[in-house]
């Protein structure tokens, strides 16, 4: 069966730029139902040894050094940015201008205002757009939703997100471009906290007004002598230079149909190592999610007798009988992990380029997190509540 192919080009080739492209070449393999076969045709990275990585090891057609000709090539269909956050706008504004369809390592905009810019560019353009908020694909996390969807936790009260790292924890840890405003825009209010407010999106709805506050408990790190990335390390006595984004956010949060939430990012935080978590109570049950435990989710379902005593949370195991779980192993109990998931989303937004059709989550649902971000900053700046409204450009 001859299909349609999309031609990729990938900018960066660092963790996620490896990840995506491991992840699109394994489309084939993963979804033999796909109505398209994906190409790695080009990668851009400033490094010659990741250029030859990507062409020796990955089987990109060719690698440059300059991403501005991977925009500029005719036979790339879609460009996928995995570079630092203060230079995607730049290149995803010039890779819609040029007609590509673009997915953006998320956060879309190292600031606010940066990925309000994006997602107008984008949408003037007409492409189509993707966001790496992949914990959505989640298995469980899709089951949940459908559960809300079907009324079987009943009316949501209460949310609880949360992403607590431990990838600056360590303050030897580099002063990589993580931790630098130049770099990284804000700190875990851009990073991580996405994640959170956009499973609370998808789960729960729009937010309506947040309360929040922020703090930077590790004020100096050493400096790295090379190219080194947040998870390397510095010896005592290495040069130091500061911190200038914050390693702790924290709010709470009105939601547009009443609920009520809260949510906490933090890099710094010992103990959780990759905590990307929620908790949803509704009048008839409640679930909840952890990244630590995938494969897991914590249910609990109003029994039918008032009078039962059996009660409590249930673990329900992942499985086959859950989306896209089947498609990487049979069975119940039988793990996925993270890369699968980064899988999923490739899968589903290459879907979307080839149907043409707008794609979620997407650079819109980027503007509605930094629309909560732009309050939440709001909020910090005043000391009390600030209403969300959105900051998108007609």
Known sequence: ????????????????????????????????????????????????????????????????????????????????????????????????????????????????????????????????TGVGYNYRWAPLVQHTRRLIAEGRLGVITNYRGRFFSMYGADP????????????????????????????????????????????????????????????????????????TNEDYVGCLVEFENGARGTFEASRTMLGPESQCAFDVYGTRGAAGWDLERLNELRLYLSPDDPDELDTGYTTVLGGDRFPYHGNFVPGSANGIGFEDLVTIEDFEFLSSVHAGREHHPGFEDALAFVSVQDALLRSIESGGWADVVSLRED
């Open 172 to 243: 030897m840890g580099l002063l990589s471009w993580r931790f630098q405003q130049e770099g990284a825009g804000y700190g875990v209010s851009t990073d991580i906290l996405s994640h959170s407010v956009d499973l609370a999106h998808m789960l729960v709805g729009p937010i309506r007004r947040v309360i929040g506050t922020m703090e930077t408990f590790i004020t100096e790190r050493p400096r790295p002598s090379g190219a080194g990335t947040h998870y390397d390390r510095g010896r005592p006595g290495d040069p130091t230079g500061p911190v």
């Open 1 to 128: 069966m001859t299909r349609p192919t999309i031609r990729v080009g990938v900018v960066g080739l660092g963790w996620m730029g490896q990840a995506h492209s491991r992840s699109y070449a394994r489309i084939p393999m993963i979804f033999p139902e796909r109505a398209y076969d994906p190409v790695l045709a080009v990668c851009a990275d400033s490094d010659p040894a990741r250029r030859d990585m990507a062409t020796g090891s990955f089987g990109f057609e060719r690698a440059v050094g300059d991403w501005r000709e991977l925009v500029a090539a005719p036979d790339v269909d879609v460009v996928t940015i995995c570079g630092p956050n203060m230079i995607h706008e730049e290149i995803a504004v010039a890779a819609a201008a040029a007609g590509k369809h673009v997915f953006c390592e998320k956060p879309v905009g190292g600031t606010p205002e940066q990925t309000v810019r994006i997602e107008a560019a984008a949408r003037r353009a007409g492409v189509t």
